[in-house]
């Protein structure tokens, strides 16, 4: 399992002090781009190179507790499921040992220059089922 932190800021909270909703999409998406380049398939390089890019299809996200001001959150990421074109990851933010947010994302891969549907190469797939291990 892919971890990250994030620390949070005046401008990541809302008029009540508490982390904004949305703004624990942004930290998943922080988390998976950071993962995959642990990978060694960063996603500039997956355009570039492969012109191939990660999109969101789908995203449920479980608030549990919120986050406040200056936390400091550990975001975990794995895989669930792995296909040509589609990945399941599992994310989950932690402030200390409390589960804050927990997030199932579905993702497809598309062509950068025609946004249809592409399959990922087999080393990037390899590479994301070796990450699912363990489960």
């Not at 703004?23 to 988390?31: F, I, T």
């Not at 999109?55 to 040509?84: C, I, M, N, S, W």
Request: hydrophobic content about 40%; some cysteine.
């Amino acid at each position: 399992m892919f971890t990250t932190s994030v620390r949070i800021y005046y401008e990541d909270t809302d008029a009540g002090g508490i982390v904004y909703h949305a703004n624990y999409l942004k930290y998943m998406e922080r988390s998976r781009c950071d993962w995959l380049d642990s990978l060694g398939f960063g996603v500039t390089d997956l355009i570039e190179n492969e012109d191939l890019m990660f999109v969101v299809k789908e995203a449920q996200l479980l608030y549990e507790k919120p986050a406040k001001l200056f936390d400091q959150l550990t975001v975990k990421t794995r895989a669930l499921h792995v296909g040509k074109v589609k990945l399941i990851a599992e994310q989950t933010i932690y402030n200390y040992d409390q589960l804050l947010c927990k997030g199932v994302i579905k993702l497809a891969t598309l062509r950068g220059s025609s946004y249809t549907l592409a399959p990922m190469s087999a080393a990037l797939q390899q590479a994301l089922k070796n990450d699912t291990e363990g489960l």
